[in-house]
């Protein structure tokens, strides 16, 4: 047993439980009229709701015990003073550096003057493509923007570029490839006139395959198209840790844009790599996105932990994963600009903590990260959220809103708050046997045979509520509220991490399946039967092969 399970804090977490899982969420709500006042919290413009779980003021300070027993508060400070909190990889997690305006001293040296001559570089880069003094190899101002990367070099930009639609140029057209898979690279260059589009091939390694044969593919396709080796320069522009590298693949110092390793690719998007998104929202706004990551920041070091929000989002995904047994959780941003942010979530979160092994290197005897998994509201109501009012799992779920509409079509917003706000309600509450029976103004039993095939119906429509949700409503979608947003959800990550005593910092589990592939890449080749690997896999492998 690990010292977690049996510690004190964790052992009266579980001894807590079923005292509240028997416990009518409704009734919680009836007997204490501030209910919701005790459980939420607002930091700026957002609102964040955590009354809908099953917990009680007991169960919060059993949570923040738990914390306490973990360091959580001391873990926090290690972060923000640059410890080598990424243990298994034995290095600095200075993310949060990203977004910072004073000193950070590391190793003696302050790292900060590098971080804003990136920003000062992208700066210039962003306004001499946006004002268009910097042209194509024709002499006409570029038009697209294409960037290729993959995983935390794609995931971050999309999401926020999309989000925040409104704020972008209307002469810049943002294009992203991640997938190796060709359809995704043919589908867009085949709109796209060589003369006015930039590439930006976006790798912290400059090694991943993906990106790499896209990065290649791209690069063809322009000097197929009419461009010269010459060219290349002004239309491909990396962001990357491996100058190395890129500088191989023939982009010269100019037009690099440095990280550093001590920036993970899932928290990336603050950096560099978040050129595409500056690209298309001016850096005045991108500066407002850092801005509001950097105010979570301070929250988060300075705000007592019963007030700070993302320690509490962190908690109450513990208390769901580790005492209430969820094994996924659902995301569903009321916003249509928000519809990659639970496929950005996704990486943050199930990358960060989908962990087996703790910082002492045993294997763990508890559940760790969630599956991530959403779609926007109200598309999501007509799909899957039958499962998650009478299915048989409990799915914890996240509601985003934001409160005014940048595009105020008829009476669309009002419509989407009151679904937003029904949706919660009705997780929570459910219908009871009697109201499902009450709504028919039938009383049971009575005998007929209409009333027999309603009885019939009844227990499908029973919902059985307290079905947990938390509602984060925000002013509106602007890049400072979004950047609190996503920061907000990275130090939840880093909160859960503390409590499992687990790295939120590495993903080495995605490496056996890249050696993998290595290895079968060269057996795809010849026509010779492949007999080394399992039966499934030769039989896929020669599969292939007869069907090429
Ligand atoms: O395969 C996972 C991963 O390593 C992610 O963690 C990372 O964001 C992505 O690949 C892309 O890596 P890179 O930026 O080095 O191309």
């Known amino acids: 047993m690990s010292t977690l399970t049996t510690s004190t804090a964790w052992l009266s977490l579980q001894d807590h439980q079923p005292v509240m899982a028997k416990q009518d969420l409704r009734e919680l709500f009836a007997q204490d009229s501030q209910r919701f006042k005790n459980f939420s919290l607002k930091f700026n413009d957002i609102l964040m709701d955590y009354s809908k779980h099953p917990i009680n003021q007991n169960t919060i300070n059993l949570l923040l015990t738990l914390a306490r027993q973990q360091g959580l508060e001391k873990k926090i400070s290690e972060m923000f003073c640059g410890r080598r909190v990424n243990f298994s990889e034995d290095r600095a997690a200075l993310h949060f550096a990203l977004r910072r305006e004073d000193a950070l ?16 570089k992208m700066e210039r880069f962003t306004s001499s493509i946006r004002n268009g003094e910097r ?15 993959i995983g935390g070099s794609n995931l971050g930009p999309v999401m926020v570029t999309e989000a925040l639609n409104p704020y972008s140029a209307s002469h810049i057209s943002s294009h992203f490839i991640s997938n190796i898979d060709g359809t995704q690279l043919s589908t867009i260059l085949k709109k796209l006139d060589p003369e006015t589009t930039l ?39 990396a962001v990357s ?4 590298e890129v500088e191989k693949f023939g982009i010269n110092a100019d037009n690099i844009f440095k990280f550093w390793d001590w920036v993970g690719g899932r928290y990336s998007l603050w950096s560099a790599i978040g050129l595409p998104i500056a690209l298309s929202i001016g850096m005045e706004n991108f500066y407002l996105l850092l801005k509001g990551a950097r105010e979570i920041d301070q929250h ?22 580790n005492f209430f047994g969820a094994k996924s959780h659902a995301v569903l941003p009321y916003d249509q600009s928000l519809h990659r942010f639970p496929a950005y979530l996704q990486q943050l979160e199930m990358e960060s903590s989908g962990k087996r092994i703790d910082r002492n290197g045993n ?13 926007p509201g109200t598309n999501g109501q007509h799909a899957f959220y039958q499962l998650l009012h009478q299915g048989t799992q409990i799915i914890p779920a996240d509601f985003l809103i934001p409160c005014i509409s940048h595009n105020p079509v008829g009476d669309q917003h009002r419509l989407l708050i009151a679904n937003f706000i029904a949706q919660t309600e009705a997780m929570m509450r459910g219908k009871r046997k009697t109201e499902v029976c009450e709504e028919y103004e039938v009383e049971l039993p009575k005998k007929s045979a209409i009333e027999d095939s309603f009885k019939k119906t009844i227990p ?54 890249k050696q993998l592939a290595g290895k079968i890449l060269g057996e795809l080749d010849n026509k010779i039967q492949i007999t080394s690997h399992d039966s499934s896999t030769n039989g896929l492998i020669n599969y292939f092969k007869e069907n090429r």
């Open 241 to 244: 840790t491996n100058r190395m």
């Open 363 to 375: 294997e763990v005897d508890y559940s760790t990260g969630a599956v991530v998994w959403g779609e």
């Open 300 to 321: 988060f070091i300075d705000a007592p932990m019963e007030r700070n929000l993302p320690v509490i989002l962190g908690l109450i995904g513990i208390w769901q994963i």
């Open 135 to 149: 042209k194509g190899y024709s002499g006409k101002a570029f038009t697209d923007i294409v960037s290729i990367g």
């Open 460 to 513: 499908h429509k029973v919902f059985p509520g307290g079905r947990p949700t938390t509602s984060i409503l925000f002013k509106k979608l602007d890049p400072k509220t979004l950047g609190s947003l996503i920061a907000l959800y990275e130090h939840k990550v880093f909160v859960q991490s503390v409590i499992w005593n687990t790295n939120p910092f590495d993903q080495w589990g995605v490496e056996l399946g």
């Open 105 to 120: 001293i590391i190793d003696g040296v302050d790292i900060m003057p590098e971080v804003h001559d990136v920003l000062t």
């Open 199 to 237: 590439f930006i091939i976006a790798s912290k390694t400059f090694t991943t395959q993906e990106t790499m044969a896209n990065a290649h593919s791209a690069r063809k396709w322009f000097l197929a198209q009419g461009g010269c080796e010459k060219d290349v320069q002004n239309h491909f522009v």
